[in-house]
């Protein structure tokens, strides 16, 4: 199937979107949703529907839904729960046919709010509307400019499709993944599932060609059986990562309170998530971090690395993670430190991790050794600890009250372009590398690997882990070989 | 024992520095270090030995350490090997006792280095010289205003001390402590450990008044014995956090070929920290937030937690995550339910984790909540997911024409306010309260709440790992209830 028959595929790319609830009173919700549909550059129209104004943040706004020109593709539904009923019903008469119902106090909030979950499913059936929610945070789609979340998405266009049972695991990260190089391509906030859900989605982001790895936040899996077909399915062509947090016993409970989710033991999900071929993991950091690697990266086909280091402790640390994950770190080939001795200053170490003690060359750090490295192929995939090579060199010289600003900037750009070098270098070898580096993007180095497709990690440990899931997702697929 | 007793002392508050192998050339090793040394703006005196400048950094220069006009509490070498030996007898001649000695190529390349090793080993016995070194990145006090290492220190003055088997986990992390609001008191990379080893810098920094908490990174416990009666003794006023790579088959391997270790089992390891109240980590993650919560919040003497959330997802990630740390999050008494009626919105939840939906009144968030259940009897601590109250709300209104800076001014300078308050009131309940939100320092609430003594966690599963470490030290030493 291709995405765009899937019913989810007119909510994330609408021409036209009816918006309820907006008014210019931009402390209502729906005034800030429809503000972040502006903010993000909608190019689509929009027509607020707003019982008294003219116009509503600048744009002309209808009395009803009745009385829009042209019809609309998707209807945004932010107002009060009582509401809810006939502002879905007047939009199927008005021949729409996609909405997404963000009001809350449905389900989650006892028997008064399940009746009227119940209503807008009938109503629904009856119009043919599928709808996301109710209580839900929106949908963000970059590819299409459209975000109907509560918070400005400044980010990237990206690769990185999500869908969480929490919306803030949607909203709140906007920055978090930015920082990792990453942008969404799109995120569903699924709410209380009562007519599209999770399994939907995922059968929708497996088709989404914008979409190269999906996340999963999940409280509880409604239909198991149907959730594993699908899984496998997709799976087989793009990897699923997925944080469960209802095994355990305050999870447990905290997810029932939360969205009234009956949650499985761990054993159970496990099973699912096996059989599916979704990798399980245990935290945010975990679910982002496997999902940078898993979505730039080549599989990791065995489970020999080398490590590269320009300094021992770094170096020591990124090998233990990779044994506690199962993962090797193998003596390198007499021929391998042979082709390395060139290129390593005197004091290094050419066992696994190389550990070259300091940079004599930069080309050499960036080109030479890792190209040796990914060369050899004993070698499944290279794991690098970065360090800048002149650290605040400019800032020694400029104290001793000289001016170092242009030797300084011409450095900068150098390591960019080698910085550029080693990226291609690694995607044209066919194995995964993955960096780590104690620093942010403010760092030229990790801002220049990972724009051009080298996720580089804050620490030697994030970045075995996330090499550890390219051998996960190897496994699953079969296409291991070890 | 008073710490100005310890030999160490005087290497760490040294009040004039004879520096050896400093020059006006800046891209060499020494003169970089003696570039750090006045960045940080050292208040003792400098002496350069240089044979031929007259003048080293502007600093005047002296051609031998002989001819320098009084003597000098501490030598820094960083010269080739080679010379090691004659610059460390020509500091025993003329009466300096202490010394860090950063020059590598010794023990850890073989033979010859070797026999140099025993060399300067024999000069300092006949001198009385104790030494750290060599093979290290030197040392670190920022109450004393001294760096002798290769990266300038920027960060603030602190509470974190740290001993390393490696120079990188040191300089390196200058940033990245800083990102979680900490700052080193100080740092020793230990090097070779020819002659001042591990065990003797834990002894000192037990009884360092500036130091709340020691971090340690480890490659091999050389002296076990000693070992555990230090940390038993140390551990028992203040934690130690140890993070061991050694323990796993590639960390074994790389810790050979690093230092010239020889690491041992895991088992034998967890037994020697186990049995001297030392906590083990297994990442430099968990090392730096371990001793955020230790070295700012009291023991967490029970197992009972709150969690407060503004929203579900956050909430049971945070919940989960302390099941699996052997943590509780048990029901709230109808008490404590009672008491937070008032404060709570229509559609929270009071069960545990409080998850507020959405922030109603943001005093009630930062004082009314938190102090309820920090009264709480039955909870031994406190875990907040922090969001920002009006995410970007200037922004929304700025986009619609509106100017709102003097507004969203306000909005921040009351949040630091509360945050304040907030940290006021935790401290002031003798009970460990920790938060987490997934923004960095450029947020107010995170840079003042960490400021004010209450860590912040960039995940709130980092947040309920750093909790754990509050019970484990509490459990250690006796001090839990549970």
Known sequence: ????????????????????????????????????????????????????????????????????????????????????????????????????????????????????????????????????????????????????????????????????????????????????????????????????????????????????????????????????????????????????????????????????????????????????????VYSIEELFDCCASLGTQPLLRGKKLAILSTSGGPGAATADSCSRLNLHVPELSTRTKNALRPFVPRTASMANPVDLTFIKEVSSFFRDIPQILLEDEDIDGLLIYFLRPKGGLSEFIENTGNNATTNELEGAEDIREHCRDLAILARSSGKPALGSMFSGREEPIVEELQDNGLPVFPSPERSARAMWALCEYARMRGESYD
Do not use: W
Request: proline share 4%; glycine share 12%.
């Open 1 to 280: 199937m291709n995405s765009f028959q899937n019913p989810i595929y007119q909510i994330l790319h609408p021409e036209s979107i009816a918006v309820f609830g907006a008014s210019n009173n931009v402390t209502s919700m729906g005034t800030q949703l429809l503000l972040n549909i502006i903010d993000l550059g909608f190019r689509g129209t929009i027509y607020p529907i707003h019982p008294k104004q003219k116009k509503v943040l600048g744009i002309p706004a209808y009395p009803s839904v009745k009385k829009i020109p042209f019809g609309a593709d998707l209807a945004l539904i932010v107002v009060s729960r009582e509401k809810v009923p006939k502002v879905l019903e007047e939009c199927g008469q008005r021949g729409i046919r996609r909405a997404i119902i963000v009001s809350g106090g449905f389900r989650e909030l006892g028997d008064y709010g399940r009746d009227l979950e119940r209503e807008i499913n009938s109503i629904a059936k009856k119009y043919k509307i599928r709808f996301i929610g109710p209580n839900c945070i929106g949908v963000i789609n970059t590819h299409h400019y459209l975000n109907t979340t509560f918070f400005p998405y400044r980010g990237k266009t990206g690769f990185l499709g999500i869908i969480s049972q929490s919306g803030s695991f949607i909203t709140q990260i906007f920055d978090y993944i930015g920082r990792l190089g990453m942008g969404f391509s799109q995120g569903i906030s699924v709410g209380n599932e009562a007519n599209i859900d999770l399994v939907d989605c995922i059968e929708y982001l497996g088709d989404c060609k914008d979409t190269k790895v999906i996340a999963l936040y999940i409280e509880e899996i409604k239909r198991g059986r149907e959730f594993l077909r699908v899984c496998k399915k997709v799976s087989s062509k793009k990897p699923i990562v997925a944080y469960y947090v209802g095994g355990s016993e305050a999870g447990k409970k905290a997810c029932l309170s939360h969205t009234g989710s009956l949650s499985g033991s761990d054993a159970i999900y496990n099973g699912v998530f096996k059989q599916s071929g979704v990798i399980r």
